[in-house]
């Protein structure tokens, strides 16, 4: 089976601290994707945030599609990475990049490499990423709007 590289791109008017908090905010989540659920998977009486390591359990409101990542890279600000750990589509690796914008705001590119894919797929996953790249910029952007 071929692989496929998959980028998206898209800016917001929010600093990228608030885009990268946004992004480990498991309960903002459905506010801004299809997933209906997205749940931290730490250990027992754990009350920390997230670091490398930790897996997360994503439930889709398209299928009810289910899947876990592994977190595999977080650079506050900057980076966060992840490798898809179980699920439909396990052999999935994501990142989001997020760099200052020229005029302020962030510029958010989020990358993502299927090990295996299904021509049939591609178009989707390209299209799939797109909005949820799009969908993380406006809510980030919402988020300063309702607090200026």
Not at 14 to 25: F, H, I, Q, R, T
Not at 60 to 65: C, K, Q, W
């Amino acid at each position: 089976m071929p692989s496929l590289a998959v980028t998206a791109t898209s800016r917001s008017s929010a600093p990228a601290a608030l885009v990268y908090a946004v992004l480990l905010d498991a309960e903002s989540w459905p506010s801004w994707t299809s997933y209906y659920e997205v749940d931290w998977e730490l250990p027992a009486g754990a009350e920390r945030p997230a670091r490398v390591g930790d897996l997360r359990t994503i439930r889709s409101r398209l299928g009810g599609v289910c899947r876990r990542e592994r977190i595999v890279e977080m650079v506050p600000d900057q980076r966060f990475s992840y490798d898809q750990a179980a699920g439909l589509f396990s052999s999935h690796r994501g990142s989001m990049d997020l760099a200052p914008a020229p005029h302020g705001g962030t510029d958010i590119t989020w990358s993502a490499t299927y090990r295996h894919t299904l021509p049939l797929l591609d178009t989707v996953r390209r299209r799939r990423l797109q909005v949820l790249t799009h969908d993380l910029a406006s809510y980030a952007s919402s988020v300063v709007s309702r607090h200026s």
